[in-house]
């Protein structure tokens, strides 16, 4: 696989296919990054979107998205993006799975992420104890003792990079699916112990002391990572210097072009705030791999 592109997404939602669409029409290389089933879409049953008069499930519009983008010659790569540096021209994009890519321009569509409190005693803790940034608070645990508890690339990593700080690092897994062997194989290597007994509640005082597991034993812990799915655009985003409201800083700043304030990266999509529905994310969709396509083209001199 060629591992340089015109224009990277990252998000396999209706507003990354959408770009994905209207950019790879456009002639350029683009590659995608994402999971369609950690779309909000894939959830949903549609009754508001133009052209379905009966309701429509929301995986059978991915499916048919994702069908449309391999016929236009979209490389598609069913991975999360775990960090992105700038280069001098473009950027580079890092998977789960350690594999790099660059691209000339930059789409971001990677939707929000709908938090919820897992435990008794979650929302008390917040900041003392209990964190939802690995990349943000690792640093505070230098010396101590740490569970991460979570699903999907960003738990992995994240219990993989608090080595690097912590003295001793737990790990329980939350998904119905199992812990991919060779990442299995590296929490050994990293001395990562993974929990069988599931946690439920938090125990302390004033900050967090452990984490009560199922069968009433406490595992005595100073901090609690807790991370679900992908990274989310604030831990990616925030070393590139992209801008967000900056009344709720959920929601990435853009013009009317989908530009974001760093040159070469568009967003689209529930990203943007809301309304978070398809038709809006469409839209801006179409907007955004317009925009990138027009910025790449600039850039190659090509108009
Ligand atoms: C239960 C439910 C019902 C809904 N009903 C309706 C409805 O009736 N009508 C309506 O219009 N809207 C509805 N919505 C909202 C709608 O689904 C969203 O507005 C829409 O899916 C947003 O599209 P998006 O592409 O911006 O984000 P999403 O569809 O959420 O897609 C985000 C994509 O980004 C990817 N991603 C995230 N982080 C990373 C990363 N680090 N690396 C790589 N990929 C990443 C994910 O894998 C996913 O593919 C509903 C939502 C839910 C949850």
Redo the contacts with the bound molecule.
Sequence with gaps: MDLNYDIAI????????QAGIHAGRRKNKVII?????????????????FGFEEKVE?KELLSAGIKQLKKIGVTIVE????KIEPLEKGFKLI??KEKEFTALALIL????K?KKAFFKNEKKFIGKGVSYCVDCDAWFYKGKKVVVIGNG??AIWGAKFLTQFAEEVYFYYFSKEEIPSEEKKSFEEKGIKILTLKPIEIVGEDEVKGIKLEDGSILKVDGIFIEQ?????LE?LVSLGVEFDLETFNYVKVDKNMKTNVDGIFA????TGP???????VG??CIAGLSASDYVSKIKGEN
Excluded at 229 to 233: E, L, R, V
Excluded at 275 to 281: E, G, N, R, W
Aim: glycine residues 18%; negative net charge; charged residues 20%.
């Design positions: 990252i998000g396999l939602g209706p507003a990354g296919l990054f994402g999971k369609t089933s950690e779309s909000a879409l894939w959830q949903a049953h549609l009754e508001n979107y929301g991975e999360d993006i775990i998977t789960e569509a990677m939707g929000i709908r690339s960003s799915g992908a990274k989310g655009s990616l689209c999509g529930d990203i309304p978070l529905q398809v038709a809006k994310a801006e969709g």
